[in-house]
């Protein structure tokens, strides 16, 4: 039987922006044709949309990394590269994303077809067609295209439901979901035998449908870790009220539905106090004298107490109406949930870079962005070495590398490109 997963670690990249490009107007009896190299196309970009047909987050135990498409290189004759294409990955009604360099929750999946921006494509570099000016007719060089954005979330479902269904292992949960709606979960007897929260829609005749969770049984322990219940407890949180389902056949129902209400307590007194309905299910299987004995003992703890049978459907109508009734009654809890500003969906700055002095005269320096300016410098082209190692020395680099003891006539790798050092470059 599946497992139930509500808990997961993903990473997701954008795209990156494509390189500018160098290139340069030819065209037959055209002499000296000016720079026409096109600019390179943005990255894809990276979006979470709610999907209400979703009830788990198993696949991303499947698939972990998720990467758009990278924005095509600029090309001759001023053509643009084509953007990359955005992806937009489905996660389930209910989803909180949350930020694992931050620790902060940055985003709540709390309607359906919600669409959330989670990391912005970069931005394609321009072509030296961008570059020309009155005074520099003839540019040699591009713009690299921005990098991608990379982020590590952690995605924690939690079920949004309208009413939740409380009792212990076998009290006939899943029966009763599949009484009153078109939800057929997989029933079998032994203890535990619903892993994952099943979802039915239970139509309303005379105003909306619900949504009514049937949350796995919890057992005595539970609110510290024990048995499953831990896993689910907190998704009960979004309900409005509970139907707590008693199995009158079990040896001490009483006391079965005073250990789930003194689970519940310890893990949140808001929850405890939530209104109730108590349903004594199994009519079916016990003497009509027992059942009413129970239903007077519950009445003492409990007005709201209904007996049932959600097997043969006996008491199901009875219940519903009240159920309805209550539903239109009371208001759904209020969900506080701190969502903080998200400054790293579009965070792809990788201007960071290393400093290493490999021997007595032999120095390394290497980056993100190192890499993206050498992506667009020809070596062999004396300006646009030129144009690099200013852009390196507006960068701080050479005087890192100077403190690290660089001295002229030392050999210098930039990325993997090697070049002798000389004062002039700073």
Known sequence: MASFIDKVKIKVLSGAGGNGAVAWHREKYVDKGGPDGGDGGDGGSVYFVADENMTTLLDFTYKSVFQAQNGENGKIKN?????????????????????????????????????????????????????????????????????????????????????????????????????????????????????????????????????????PGLIEGAHSGVGLGYEFLRHVERCKFFIHVVDMTAENPLENFKII???????????????????????????????????????????????????????????????????????????ELKISEDKGFDDNDDSAYEVVRLNKNTYSVDGGKIRRLLSVTDIKNVRQIRRLTNILDSMGVFTELKQKGLKDGDTLYVGNFEMIYTGEYD
Request: aromatic residues 8%; charged residues 30%.
């Open 79 to 215: 053509q643009y590269g084509k953007n990359g294409k955005d992806i937009y990955i489905k996660v389930p009604l209910g989803t909180i994303v949350r930020d694992l360099k931050t620790n902060e929750i940055i985003a709540d999946m709390d309607f359906d077809e919600k669409k959330v921006l989670i990391a912005k494509g970069g931005r394609g570099g321009r072509g030296n067609a961008k570059f020309a000016t009155s005074a520099s007719r003839a540019p040699q060089f591009s713009e690299p295209g921005e990098a991608a954005v990379e982020r590590e979330l952690e995605l924690e479902l939690k079920l949004i439901a309208d009413i939740g269904l409380l009792g212990m292992p076998n009290a006939g949960k899943s029966s009763f979901i599949s009484r009153i709606s078109s939800a057929k979960p997989k029933i079998a007897d032994y203890p535990f035998t619903t892993l994952v929260p099943h979802l039915g829609v239970v139509k309303n005749p005379d105003g909306d449908n619900f949504v009514v969770a049937d949350i």
């Open 261 to 335: 209400n003194n689970e519940l307590s310890k893990y949140s007194h808001e929850l405890s106090s939530r209104f109730q309905i108590v349903m004594l299910n199994k009519q079916d299987a016990i003497e009509e004298e027992k059942a009413h004995e129970l239903r007077e003992k519950f009445l003492k703890i409990n007005e709201n107490v209904f007996v049932v049978s959600a097997v043969t459907g006996y008491g199901i109508r009875e219940l519903l109406n009240y159920v309805y009734k209550k539903y239109e009654e009371i208001p759904s809890p209020k969900f």
